[in-house]
């Protein structure tokens, strides 16, 4: 009868030592999780992503998943974006423009999808590979699209708005286009 005793008190004692472990497992990994945000939002390791090996990947799993979002109240980027402009020639004389900047969303309706997509586009703004290779598949699908086109151009420009210091109404806003291309089949 003593050893039930015993083992009853055994086991009270364990099951409030694994609660009190887990609670400071739990405190450690909300102040954890905590501190990676803080550290997200304030920008502390900007300086050390871009300069390394990670920084493509880094870009690439951000734009993926919207995890790491630069555009809030803190951020440098704030004042900067970038659009894809697109023109078809038809056969006709006629010419078609698609602009981002003015509601063309690549035919995404989902607007978590059209925020992925801003994020690709702000992080291949540097690597040219990725601006062919979106280059070419914006060609296919607009001559998919459109029959009788012969020609398409496709660039991508960097929307630079001035500065709060510098800003009054009617400030120009300067676009300075980064990527451009065209396709022709003639």
């Known amino acids: 009868m003593a050893a ?35 550290v997200v939002i304030f920008h502390g390791l900007d300086s050390v992503v871009h ?25 440098p980027d704030v004042g900067k974006s970038s659009e894809v402009k697109i023109r078809v020639f038809e056969d006709g004389g006629s010419v078609k423009e698609y602009s981002t900047l003015n509601g063309f969303d690549f035919y995404t309706h989902h607007p978590e999808s059209l925020n992925r997509f801003y994020g690709f586009k702000h992080h291949t703004a540097t690597d040219t590979v990725f601006q062919d290779l979106c280059a070419r598949s914006v060609a296919t699908r607009m001559l ?42 003639r």
């Open 144 to 185: 998919n699209i459109h029959q009788d086109a012969w020609r398409v151009d496709y660039t991508m420009r960097s929307i630079h708005y001035p500065r709060i210091s510098q800003f009054k109404p009617g400030a120009p806003v300067d676009t300075v286009a980064f990527y451009l291309t065209t396709f022709q089949l």
């Open 51 to 75: 300069k390394g090996w990670w920084e493509k990947p880094l870009a690439f799993i951000c734009s993926i998943n919207y995890s790491i979002w630069q555009y809030g109240f803190f951020s």
């Open 4 to 38: 039930r005793g015993e083992d009853g008190l055994l086991r009270q004692a364990l099951s409030h030592y694994i609660r009190l472990r887990m609670k400071k497992l739990i405190y450690f990994l909300a102040f954890f999780h905590l501190s990676v945000i803080a």
